[in-house]
């Protein structure tokens, strides 16, 4: 893994799921606003296993690869579920789990990181 | 049957609960991954904790699957698997502070739950309070 590209997907992560438990702590709802936040955290997360593939591709090999694998496939469909999942419930508790979903993928990270090498 | 049931007593999926049921199926997740990987990996290095890891998982399935579905059905099964997973955190953290030979590799429920932010703890708690708090139409 990239080092900048992993820091670059945490610091996507977080930001957008701080943002939105912020949205949810002050009870707001601003659906496009969020779609925005939530479709650039699977961008990131899609970047940033596709540079993995590359990397793999090039012949570099993770320490631990099927459990590396089994990380950057969950980074890249939780994210999502996670979203769509939350944001059917249309209180504020639904917008804090959008922001949850988001925050895994940099937790995902980290230990996509840790992994690798 | 669904609907006159959903009116008696509160969906456990909506408000907070749509938050935790999210929150377990991260868990059922990630532990399910966990311990596949280990388990076929390697198994003989320590078997009861990645058997631990493996019925973690399904603990943290049935209790997303309870919580997220609606009827006394799904209640009951979130009830039990909440039950079986604070018993489950609070022997395996207490053993593996108290004997931590056992436990050559780490599970899930080790030290309650330290290796992933003490939230195995907290969960299980927050799952039976929820379940009480939407046993009656208030």
Known sequence: MIDAVAWSVIAVSVLVGLGIIGLAVADRRPLTLMAYGLVAVEAAALVQVLVAVVQLVRGERPDEAAVFAGYALTSVLVPPAGALWALSEKSRWGTAAAGVSALVLAVLTVRMQQVWA | ?138
Do not use: K
């Not at chain 2, 489950?88 to 309650?112: K, Q």
């Open chain 2, 1 to 138: 049957m669904d609907g006159s049931t959903s009116q008696q007593r509160p969906r456990t999926s909506s408000g907070p609960g749509r938050l935790l049921v999210l929150v377990y199926g991260i868990f059922a997740l990630s532990a399910a991954a966990r311990a596949s990987v280990q388990i076929a990996t390697n198994f003989g290095e320590a078997p009861v904790a990645y058997l631990l890891s493996a019925l973690a998982a399904v603990v943290y399935l049935l209790a997303a699957v309870g919580l997220g579905r609606s009827g006394p059905r799904a209640r009951q099964l979130a009830l039990v698997a909440c039950s079986v997973e604070l018993i489950g955190v609070l022997t395996v953290g207490t053993v593996s502070l108290l004997r931590p030979d056992d436990f050559p590799d780490a599970t899930v429920w080790s030290g309650y739950g330290e290796g992933y932010g003490f939230v195995p703890l907290v969960l299980p708690v927050l799952g039976l309070l929820w379940l009480r708090r939407t046993r009656r139409q208030p």
